[in-house]
């Protein structure tokens, strides 16, 4: 089985999010924390952004992206931390904005630094 984007939908991605860093990381950060069954918030996220005919199988895949992305940056600070303890032997606090904003980073890089 093979998932893809509407074409509507896609086309406005590809529009919307062409330019680094037009995905703002808040932004990345309600669509991944959205738990309603329409994904609603994501889908009012993605108009905003530019993306108003986003159905709802293509919510979840820009959601499953949020999660890919988010959960790769925390494995990247995970490896950070893990490396400044290691050498220093002290512990090391996460104090960025996007650790702030991420509701889930300290779950992940807890699961990956045991």
Not at 36 to 65: C, H, I, N, Y
Not at 66 to 93: K, N
């Amino acid at each position: 089985m093979r998932l893809a984007l509407s074409p509507d939908c896609a086309g406005e991605l590809r529009a919307a999010f062409q330019t680094k860093f037009s995905l703002p990381t808040a932004a990345m950060v309600a669509i991944e924390a959205d738990a309603s069954p329409q994904l609603s918030e994501a889908g009012r996220v993605l108009a905003e952004a530019g993306v108003p005919s986003a159905t709802l199988a293509d919510r979840v895949l820009v959601r499953e992206a949020c999660v890919c992305i988010s959960t790769r940056a925390a494995l990247l600070s995970a490896v950070g931390v893990a490396s400044l303890l290691e050498l220093t032997g002290h512990e090391v606090y996460i104090t960025t904005r996007y650790a702030y904003m991420h509701t889930y980073l300290h779950t992940y890089i807890h699961s990956r630094y045991k």
